[in-house]
Every structure is written in structure tokens, then in C-alpha cells.
């Protein structure tokens, strides 16, 4: 390389220097290596911002909130999917809807702490060790139990349980341990029982698949579906637990293991 | 014609670019007979018309049009439907004005349609800045009329009036500066030759009060605070200097008396919401209802349904003014079901409590005392771990409307039997920051609760009836001299139901949550019932 085209370089360099330094620069791109403030005490700040400045509208757990219409923010997120992209969502708003951007005066880091508490909220499923073996979860959960005679995985099994195909996406493995040992604990409202009695005079009962101010469906025992005008029925009777057993007693804990092993291995293929 | 504004911007003299930017339109309304105020002292003797939020000045949101009723509501059918071209939901109660309607829409705008079609004659856009400090979403709820002018607030708390005709501003009066944490979302109410009107913001530490404008000018004519200042009566119920951001907002419409020539205002919780260890004392005027002096607006009484608040219980519900035999005597009463699960009759002349009770499920005090003041459960303070509470943060009602029928001598409320954990924080005031000490959880799904319409008889604070609806409603009430409730639910339904008994007679699904209050008016003869569910304003009327 010559003298003169070196300096030449030497020239391009500062100015282009000189442009980035004019040149308005996205705040989160010097972030891009990931989030710097991570810490345990980065990730507790962080809460507490979310608790006093966004708990109003996406829930104080930041699990969401009916009324203000602020989204569970603990799963997957549907606008950002990554750090940077979370960071932007917080920094700059959503235009033309109530995610204002926060104020000017929010030091950048402190919106950080906010994304590294959000992060909190997920894990790497990679990361997690777990005791059992998925392969012998899945062996146990299609022939060695009676798993598959209520839930359904990737359309084989059947309907008189949760769907769990995906279910590895939104339990985690302690969940889905509890879930089994005490299935009446957290009972979704889909799955609690009606009993109602018809205009003919039949009482019939099944799960609750919708339920609004004036109507109900329901599926009963032999996959029937029924759908009634709450006007219409002679009765109404709501049943607010599971048809789930507890496998406490009848599978082992290595066996438990292994089912929590499977169905956490159950999500969406990564595309 | 952005690029070209932004060229005229660089070009031209800054104050013609103004004019440029500002809106002038010259499509009209057709014309219709100027209200004034007596109109308005009036307004239930012309149902055809619907001249302000809550229908009347004593907000029964009663109307005697019956053309549609129980015998026929059956034979409702959709008119048309406005669809509001924001994705925010729709809180609005439109007016409606010899045949044409106002609409106000989020963030901060109002149209003005044809009430029997719903054809746009003119829309007016509030510019905003993008740093509001709002609460809870982009709402507005509705304007106000007198003579040819429309006056409504904007979340950049800003009072402004526009010409009804065309839609022009008018004027724009700055109400307190939004970046410090005010907002405003209420329709203001005209009294006599005043516009008088609330402020939001009792999630940061503001210092609430209630204002009159000069609807000519805009010019403020009186300021009454919420909270007392120094040396002012009250002020030595707030600890310290807590006054000074103790909250107290104004944010739903009040009502009036021309007889005893008071105006009646809620107001909303002390700031911090959650953490009252910063603000001892009963936190006067938050969580109350003042009674003003309709020319000074001074304050002639008060009534505090919950001292020293934690819990979020604003006072932020309609005032319903009812004549109503109490013990053999006909009383001015004033009925108030408040979002801390009791329901109140009040002397409205003088605000003494006449009586109260629960209407929902409340576990945070035991009952009210013989001045009405409640009789605290320990234990039920907002922790750091947090404390299961009745009601919930959203209240056993809030700030959607009830209604008064004096055909059915009945009070309707939307109710809602919840709870919630309650949690306490350590908070420093900052300014334009959120200030609320803690926040709320629920620890069961919303189906497990229950949410209704009760109907109370006021007299006896007995429920006569309820009409289960589900998952928790938000929506307003209205009835009918047709012998009819209308309102709306969570899960997108609107629905008549028999005033008297409850009865459902008709329901029909609009499939966005109704988080606004019906109305009703009258056009060339026919009945129309107005609500709206999403971010659309729907019409109803009878089978041609």
C-alpha cells in the first residue's frame, strides 16, 4: 500500500467518522452485543420499575391485564424477539396505541434493567437438566399409562384434556409436575364441568368449551356437542374441578420424572 | 402532504405555517336550534335529544322515550354502525343534537355523523404529543354543548372548544401541564354559563381539582382543589407535605341542582395508591363527593365514603340526584354505589348520610358507622407480600354509569364480586413518574368471579334483582320510560333487559367489549339506542 493511497484511507476513515458522529444513531445499536445489565440486582430494579410504571396496564405479575387491554408479557412475545427488539418496543412505543414510549429522562440502562426483568420472566429451555428421560416419558405417557386416553398430542390421543402439543412452551418443569400430583390446584376455566338441563327436560353434563353472558357449549362424555340459549335450561350447575386423577400415588417418582421430561420436550418445532 | 408541510415549515414565517397547520373545514352540519342553558336545565322534557353525558343534569340516565319497550324490543335490528378508524377501544357516550350525533373518539378526537346513518359530516384531530402520561389506555367519554359549540377534553389535558357546525377549534385552554402527570378523559358539564370540568392523573401524584371555564373565551373562572392547601380546612389530614401529591382526581362528569344551585363531583383515590404510610390522616378531599356552589364553586360539603384509602377506591362514580321517600318523608336524595362495595343515600342538600350497606362482596370493612364512615377490618392493608381483599382494584363498580328509574323506583349498577392481592411498595415522589406504592393480582381466573347488573331498591339497599353477565363487566346503564334497561358486557353482548324484573327480553352480539354507556334519541319520529362495543358505535332501532 502506498503512502498516498494510506492517507487516502486515512481520509475515509474520518470521514466517515465524522458522518456517524452527525448522523442520528440508534440508540440500541452499541447494545447489540446483548444486555450489559443482567444482574440479579439489574433484574430486581428492573421489577420494580415494571411494577410501579408498567404493572397498571400489563398486570402487576406482567401477566396481563383484561381490562387496560396490556398483554401477558410472560411468554413468548409477539412484537419482540429478541433484546434489542424489546428494548425499542419500551424506548420508542408502540405509535397509534396506549404502549407510550417511556419518558426522555429514563436513562437508557434503566430500560435495560426493565428488559433483563422481562427476560427473567422466560428461560432457555436448553438450560434446564431434568432428572427424567423424555424418550421413557414418551413411551410411559402412549402405552405405559392412560396419558393419551384423555390429552392429545399433535393430534393423536383424545379431547377430554388440554391439548399438549406445545405444552413445554408455557410449563415449566416444576408446573408440570404439580399439574400431575395435584391436578384440582389450578383448574383452567375450559376445563371445569357443566351440568345443565335442557328445554326437552334432559340434564346433560360435559366440559365447558364456551361460555358467555347468554349462551353455553358444551362436550359430554361420548364427544357430543351441545350448545344451549341460557334462557332456555330448566338448570345450571357449574363444576369447578378437574376429571384429572392425581398420579401421586400410582406412578412412581422416577416415572413422574419421566413425564415431565416429555411433555417439557413438547413445543413448537423451531422453523 | 407531509413533505409539503414540512417544505412550507423550512420556507415560510412560522406563524403562517400555523395557520396552515391548523384545521378549517367548510363542511357543515345541517343547522340546528342553538342549546342553551335552560334547554339543558331541561333536557329530559326533549328525549328526542341526548344533550349530555349522563342525559340529565341529575344523571338517572333516564329517558322518557318508549316507542321501543318491552312489548317490542324483541323486534330490534342494527341502523348502522360507525367504525372509528383508532384501534383503542371506545369509551364515548355521543351526543346527539336534533338529528345529529357527536362522537368522541380516542385518543382525542370527536365526529360529527348523521344520527340516522351514521354519515360523517366532520371529524376534528387533536394533535398530541407522543410523551402523554396517561393511566389506563387512550380514552375519552364524551363532549359537551352550549349554543353552536362543543367543548371537550384531551389527554394532553387541554379543555378545547370546537364549532359544532364545522368542526373548527375554537379555542384550546391549557388545564395543567400533561407532562407533570395531568390528563383528562371526562365529558365536562355545563352549568349555567360555565364549563366545568375534572382532571385525571391520580396515578402521579398530582393535586387534584374541579374548574370552571368561560365558554366564550376559555378563560378559567374558578379552580376549587381537591385537596386542601395550607391553613385550609382539611389540609392537616394529609401527614406532612403528602398533600401536595396526594392525587384526588376529578375524572368522570358530575352533576348539578339548579334548585339548591350545587354541583356534586367524586373524586379519586390519594396518591400513593397502595402505600398510605406517606400520607396519614383521612386524605380529605380524596375518595368524597363535594358539593360546590354552582356560581363559585366553593365547597359547601363533603362526604368521604373511604378515609385514608389503600385499596384504590375511587369515588370516580356518576352522582345520581333522586327525590325518594325516606322513612314517610319525600328526602333530595343523592344515591352513590361506591367502588369500595357500599352503597350510600345521601341528604344532597347537606350530605348528610342517611343510610348504606354493601351491594357487593367486601371483606375490607365490616359495615358504616352511623355517620357513614367504615368500620375497618384489620389486617386488610396492602402488604409487601400481599393481602386477598374485597373488592378488587377495579372495584365493586367503577366509573361506568349506573341509572335511576323513577317508574321502577330502582337503582342499576354494574357489579362485580372479586378479589385481588394487594401489594405495598416504597415509592418517591417524581415528577410526570408514576406514583401509585404497589399494585394488585388476582390469583384466579376472571371466571371464577362473579359480575352482574343489580338492581337496589335505594330505599332499602335491598337487591331486588340481578342479571348474571360474564366475565366482569365495564359497561354503563341506561333505561327507558318503554319499561327497558339497556347495556352491554365484556364478552361483546348488548341487551335489553325488563327495568322491573330483570327479565332478559333481548341481546344481540357485537363481539368487542362494551366499555361505554348506552344512549338513546329520537328521529323524525323513530327510537334509536346508541352503544359502543370495540371501536365501533352501533346503532339499534325497530324493524322498518
Known sequence: MSKHSGFRGGWLLASAAFALSILPVPRALAEDAGNLYNTLVDIRLGERYFERQCGRCHGFDATGNDEAGGPDLTGRLTRASTDVAIFNVIRDGIPGTAMLPVPENVPDPQVWQLVAYLDSLRYDPESVVLAGDADSGSDLFWSGSDCADCHMVSGRGSRFGPDLSRIGENRAPDDLLADMINPQEDVAPRWWRLRVTGPDGVTREGYRMNEDSFSVRIMDDDENLWSFHKDDLQSYERIEESTMPSYAQTLSESELDDLVAYLFSLRREEI | ?544
Not at chain 2, 209 to 223: H, K, N, Q, S
Not at chain 2, 282 to 299: C, K, P, Q, R
Not at chain 2, 499 to 516: D, F, I, P, T, Y
Request: one cysteine or more; aromatic letters at 12%; charged letters at 20%.
Open chain 2, 1 to 544: 402532504m407531509k413533505r409539503l408541510s414540512l417544505l412550507l415549515a423550512i420556507l415560510l414565517p412560522s406563524a403562517f405555517v400555523q395557520a396552515q397547520e391548523q384545521q378549517f373545514q367548510t363542511v357543515i352540519t345541517p343547522a340546528f336550534t342553538p342549546i342553551t342553558w335552560e334547554r339543558l336545565a331541561n333536557a329530559g322534557d326533549e328525549p328526542e335529544n341526548w344533550l349530555m353525558y349522563s342525559g340529565t343534569l341529575d344523571s338517572q340516565r333516564h329517558s322518557l322515550l318508549d316507542q321501543i319497550n318491552t312489548e317490542n324490543v324483541s323486534e330490534m335490528e342494527m341502523k348502522w354502525a360507525y367504525q372509528i378508524p383508532v384501534i383503542d377501544r371506545a369509551e364515548t357516550v355521543p351526543l346527539v343534537v336534533d338529528g345529529i350525533m357527536f362522537i368522541t373518539e380516542a385518543p382525542s378526537n370527536v365526529t360529527a355523523v348523521d344520527a340516522r346513518t351514521g354519515g360523517v359530516y366532520w371529524r376534528y384531530d387533536h394533535d398530541l404529543p407522543e410523551d402523554l402520561r396517561i393511566c389506563c389506555g387512550r380514552n375519552n367519554r364524551g363532549v359537551a354543548i352550549l349554543g353552536e359549540t362543543l367543548f371537550m377534553s384531551t389527554l394532553d389535558a387541554h379543555l378545547v372548544a370546537i364549532d359544532a357546525r364545522t368542526g373548527n377549534l375554537l379555542w384550546s385552554t391549557e388545564v395543567a401541564p400533561y407532562a407533570s402527570g395531568y390528563s383528562k378523559t371526562a365529558a365536562p358539564l355545563i352549568v349555567k354559563d360555565l364549563v366545568v370540568t375534572g382532571i385525571a392523573g391520580g396515578e402521579f401524584g398530582i393535586r387534584g381539582f374541579i374548574d370552571a371555564y368561560d365558554p366564550e373565551t376559555g378563560e378559567l373562572v374558578w379552580r376549587t382543589y381537591t385537596i386542601p392547601g395550607p391553613g385550609e380546612f382539611g389540609n392537616d389530614t394529609w401527614s406532612g407535605d403528602s398533600w401536595a401529591t396526594g392525587g384526588s382526581a376529578t375524572w368522570i362528569t358530575g352533576s348539578y341542582d339548579a334548585e339548591l344551585n350545587q354541583i356534586y363531583w367524586g373524586t379519586g383515590n390519594p396518591g400513593p395508591d397502595w402505600n398510605g404510610d406517606v400520607r396519614l390522616g383521612d386524605n380529605l378531599y380524596s375518595d368524597s363527593v363535594l358539593a360546590l356552589n354552582g356560581d363559585t364553586g366553593e365547597i359547601e360539603w363533603h362526604f368521604q365514603f373511604t378515609p385514608h384509602d389503600v385499596h384504590d377506591y375511587d369515588a370516580i362514580q356518576i352522582p345520581i340526584l333522586a327525590d325518594i321517600e325516606v322513612g314517610g318523608e319525600m328526602r333530595e336524595t343523592m344515591l352513590w354505589a361506591n367502588r369500595n362495595g357500599f352503597f350510600y343515600t345521601l341528604d344532597r342538600a347537606t350530605g348528610e348520610f342517611l343510610y348504606g350497606d354493601t351491594f357487593a362482596t367486601v371483606t375490607w370493612a365490616s359495615g358504616l358507622d352511623a355517620i357513614g364512615r367504615p368500620i375497618r377490618v384489620p389486617g386488610m392493608a396492602p402488604t409487601y407480600e400481599g393481602v386477598m381483599v374485597s373488592p378488587p382494584i377495579v372495584g365493586a363498580t367503577n366509573w361506568y354509569s349506573p341509572a335511576f328509574n323513577p317508574d321502577t323506583g330502582l337503582f342499576y349498577v354494574t357489579t362485580f364480586d372479586g378479589e385481588q392481592e394487594f401489594f405495598k411498595r416504597d415509592e418517591d415522589y417524581e415528577e410526570g413518574e408514576r406514583y401509585t406504592g404497589g399494585g394488585g393480582r388476582y390469583t384466579q381466573p376472571m371466571d371464577a368471579f362473579h359480575s352482574s347488573i343489580r338492581a337496589i331498591d335505594p330505599t332499602t339497599v335491598d337487591i331486588v334483582w340481578e342479571f348474571p353477565i360474564m366475565p366482569r363487566s365495564s359497561a354503563g346503564i341506561t333505561t327507558t320510560a318503554g319499561g327497558l334497561l339497556f347495556s352491554g358486557s365484556a364478552d361483546g353482548f348488548f341487551f335489553a333487559l325488563d327495568a322491573e324484573s330483570g327479565e332478559e327480553l333481548w341481546n344481540v352480539s357485537l363481539s368487542r367489549r362494551v366499555h361505554a354507556a348506552p344512549m338513546t334519541y329520537e328521529v323524525d319520529g323513530e327510537q334509536f339506542v346508541t352503544i359502543a362495543s370495540g371501536n365501533v358505535v352501533f346503532t339499534f332501532g325497530l324493524r322498518d
